[in-house]
């Protein structure tokens, strides 16, 4: 499945192809189309969710709470968006505002989906445990687990993103006359030759100097593709004929000319030239901005409550400020 041919349901395809989802936005194709699909199908899965939560009370408050719960991630998203997209600024990151929206839109589009998947389990504690206190922790443990799993999958394509080199100041890829610059030559140290069994022949590389003896399975220096120097085994058995000499030229057993640095293939797992060795400050400052948002919606859910509505109280689109969201579920469980 690619991004040419999307599934018919966006979170079918962020779940099973989600790789190809991180490159949608890397390239920024299509942003606009994708954005718009994640923010119906999570407000359509929110408003479900936010009537189940609305029963406990009546149908009017589940008719509200189908309302204000898509409004809660809606603006608790325009809230914080402007710091994560600015975070990426201040530290030299190279996201777009409509990269940024997309990849918060990918967390809460799985936030949602997940919520609304435990939709039924909490239709049928409603029907069964007709209690408010359990009612509102179960449910609140359920939107905690779900923004979890939606928060893993942000902080995972921010880490795709930043191995595409979009986090990473642009000062560590900077370039010289439009090329990358090569890595320095590395001067190879004298090998140390150990006693051992019979030296075994080592190709060179257009090198005449003098050789020296060194026994098959003896460390010797070695260069690898990204100007690191190693070491490296001397080889039991190699070609009578290496690069700068005549064909049918050999070369004596045991020996190696002083300098001699090998060359490993590449494997694959060497870094890539350009490639950030430490974690770019955007990706530590996510976290940071992960925090805030979380503490964001909660404040906004305690401001725009009621959600459940309490069966002792009168219906209300809105409850007065007093407390927090925090206070009031540690009352809840000590009333439990």
Same mark, same amino acid.
């Given at each position: /499945? ?5 599934? @018919?349901?966006? *979170?079918? +395809? ?21 954005? =718009? ?6 407000? $359509? ?8 939560? &609305? ?14 719960? !898509? ?6 998203? $325009? ?18 505002? +409509?990269? %940024?929206?997309?990849?918060? /839109? ?20 409603? *029907?069964?445990?007709?209690?408010? =206190? ?21 902080? %995972? ?27 320095? @030559? ?10 051992? @069994? ?24 070695? %260069? ?6 190693? #070491? ?11 690069? &700068? ?8 057993? =045991? ?12 494997? =694959? ?10 974690? !770019?400050? %955007?990706? #530590? ?33 809105? +409850?007065? *400020? ?6 009031? *579920? ?7």
């Amino acid at each position: /499945m690619s991004g040419d041919r999307p599934s @018919p349901l966006v *979170i079918e +395809r962020i779940l099973r192809d989600r790789e190809s989802i991180w490159q949608q936005i890397v390239a920024e194709r299509d942003l606009n189309a994708l954005t =718009g699909r994640m923010l119906t199908s999570s407000a $359509v899965a929110l408003a479900c969710y936010g009537a189940v939560l &609305g029963f406990f009370h009546s149908p009017l408050m589940a008719l509200t709470s189908a309302l204000k719960l !898509p409004l809660l991630f809606l603006v608790t998203l $325009v809230i914080c968006l402007p710091t994560l997209y600015l975070f990426n600024l201040v530290f030299g990151a190279r996201l777009s505002v +409509r990269q %940024s929206l997309a990849l918060v /839109m990918v967390a809460i589009t799985v936030t949602s989906m997940l919520a609304v998947a435990f939709a039924p389990i909490s239709l049928f504690f409603l *029907i069964t445990a007709n209690d408010y =206190g359990f009612f509102k922790l179960l449910n609140v443990s359920i939107l905690t687990l779900s923004a979890l799993v939606g928060l893993r999958f942000l902080t %995972s394509g921010m880490q795709v993103l930043n191995d595409h080199g979009l986090l990473a100041p642009e000062a560590a890829n900077a370039t010289v006359d439009g090329q990358a610059g090569a890595p320095a @030559p590395v001067q190879a140290a004298p090998v140390a030759v150990p006693a051992g @069994p019979t030296p075994a022949a080592v190709p060179v590389a257009g090198q005449s100097a003098e050789p020296v003896a060194v026994p098959a399975g003896a460390a010797v220096a070695e %260069s690898t593709a990204n100007g690191a120097v190693t #070491t490296a085994t001397a080889p039991a058995q190699v070609p009578t004929q290496w690069a &700068g000499q005549p064909a049918g030229a050999s070369f004596p057993p =045991g020996m190696l000319p002083p300098g001699y640095v090998a060359q490993r293939p590449w494997d =694959g797992r060497t870094a890539r030239r350009g490639e950030p060795t430490q974690r !770019p400050a %955007s990706m #530590t400052l996510l976290y940071i901005w992960i925090l805030l948002f979380g503490f964001v919606g909660t404040q906004l859910a305690w401001t725009l409550r009621p959600f459940f509505g309490d069966p002792g109280q009168d219906f209300s689109f809105f +409850r007065s *400020i007093d407390g927090n969201f925090y206070a009031e *579920i540690l009352r809840t469980i000590g009333n439990l």
